[in-house]
């Protein structure tokens, strides 16, 4: 089971629901063939409502290369507090298709805030690129499984 914590604040969570079209949202992208083309995407928000897709085509155009018809097994939760939100995603190995006996992945994290209008990567990514674009992905090493 690969497993990831998170911690973000934000005060405007706990003092009440977000108005229509806002939101706030976590995302993790997996590259696991280190081939910066397809990835696994999961994410959530501080209200444990869970999203999961796949991209091809190093995501270069939301409309072709983004697809949230996939539908797997994983889990993950929220829990809202007083200055921040915290989540914990687990995602089982079997659920994700990757060469056995890799060590290194790409990875990347996104953060969605449109009350105060922000987007926080984990790897920066280029203001004239798209935030899911593949090329600009971290490396992620594997210890053992």
Same mark, same amino acid.
């Given at each position: 089971?690969?497993?990831?914590? =998170?911690?973000?604040?934000? $005060?405007?969570? =706990?003092?009440? !629901?977000?108005?229509? *079209? =806002? ?6 992208? !997996? ?5 910066? $083309?397809?990835?696994?995407?999961? *994410? ?10 796949? !991209?091809?085509?190093? #995501? ?15 889990? *993950?939760?929220? &829990? ?6 915290? #989540?914990?995603? =687990?995602?089982?190995? @079997?659920?994700? +298709?990757? &060469?056995? *006996? @890799? $060590?290194?992945? +790409? ?16 790897? %920066? ?8 674009? !593949? ?7 594997? &210890?053992? %499984?």
């Amino acid at each position: 089971m690969l497993f990831f914590p =998170a911690q973000l604040r934000d $005060t405007f969570v =706990a003092a009440r !629901l977000p108005c229509r *079209g =806002a939101m706030t949202i976590l995302l993790l992208l !997996l590259i696991l063939f280190n081939d910066r $083309t397809n990835a696994f995407v999961f *994410g959530t928000n501080p209200y444990g409502v869970l999203r999961e897709a796949l !991209l091809s085509n190093g #995501c270069r155009d939301f409309d072709t290369d983004w697809d949230d018809s996939w539908d797997n097994k994983w889990y *993950g939760a929220s &829990k809202v507090h007083d200055d921040h939100w915290a #989540c914990e995603i =687990a995602i089982p190995f @079997t659920t994700l +298709r990757f &060469k056995e *006996g @890799t $060590t290194e992945w +790409r990875f990347n994290s996104y953060r969605f805030d449109t009350q105060t209008n922000t987007r926080t990567v984990w790897n %920066r990514i280029p203001q004239n690129q798209l935030i899911a674009n !593949l090329a600009f992905t971290g490396r992620f090493f594997l &210890k053992n %499984r």
